[in-house]
């Protein structure tokens, strides 16, 4: 009985909030999803930089090489953009209902380069413009998508030098704290 009048009540609350004769609302807005997706992306990119890069690699407990040829070391480890590719390129396997990628207008690596001009505008926007997200509509093929490009600022030393010291960098000084590339998130509409 209990649960018959919750189901009713619940229903009669739907009802009554998506209005007479309007259609309900289905989803999120996509720049609150982007935005969630971002919040969760650069939590686990910042923790994996500090509590085990910095603290298990060389300036640390020594324990962990991190290196961009990781495989080749017996205690070789994936740089922290590495590690974000991994978990983009392992997304991708299990759904198509967004993209992510680290991309920079400074890249060590070429193919983090921007691809489209909403991504290169958008690399553009955030290092001009610290602390601010771009958002904008792109159509690539036949397919429309809501893009959002957010600042990857510089959260250790770890950062800083090895982007500093590569010898493909195209910059070399870069300070903590300071926007390096960005995290660019796409979602089809």
């Known amino acids: 009985m209990k649960k018959a009048l919750l189901t009713l009540a619940i229903t009669a609350?739907?009802?009554?909030?998506?209005?007479?004769?309007?259609?309900?609302?289905?989803?999120?807005?996509?720049?609150i999803f982007t935005d969630s997706l971002f919040a969760v992306m650069n939590a686990d990119?910042?923790?994996?930089?500090?509590?085990?890069?910095k603290r298990l690699g060389p300036d640390g407990a020594n324990v962990?090489?991190?290196?961009?040829?990781?495989?080749?070391?017996?205690?070789?480890?994936?740089?922290?953009?590495?590690m974000f590719r991994a978990g983009s390129e392992a997304v991708a396997e299990v759904t198509?209902?967004?993209?992510?990628?680290?991309?920079?207008?400074?890249?060590?690596?070429?193919q983090n380069a921007?691809?489209?001009?909403?991504?290169?505008?958008?690399?553009?926007?955030?290092?001009?413009n610290p602390g601010q997200n771009f958002y904008g509509e792109e159509t690539l093929g036949d397919k429309s998508y809501f893009t959002a490009v957010y600042p990857d600022v510089a959260v250790s030393d770890a950062c800083t030098s090895c982007h500093n010291q590569h010898?493909?960098?195209?910059?070399?000084?870069?300070?903590?704290?300071?926007?390096?590339?960005?995290?660019?998130i796409r979602v089809p509409r």
């Open 13 to 31: 609350s739907v009802v009554s909030l998506s209005g007479c004769n309007e259609p309900a609302t289905q989803g999120i807005e996509p720049k």
């Open 45 to 53: 990119r910042t923790n994996y930089t500090k509590l085990v890069v």
């Open 64 to 82: 962990i090489k991190p290196h961009e040829n990781w495989q080749d070391f017996d205690n070789g480890t994936l740089l922290p953009a590495q």
């Open 96 to 110: 198509s209902d967004f993209t992510y990628s680290l991309q920079s207008i400074w890249p060590i690596n070429s």
């Open 114 to 128: 921007p691809k489209t001009p909403m991504e290169k505008e958008g690399l553009e926007f955030i290092a001009a």
């Open 167 to 184: 010898k493909d960098s195209p910059r070399t000084d870069f300070k903590l704290g300071e926007i390096m590339g960005g995290v660019v």
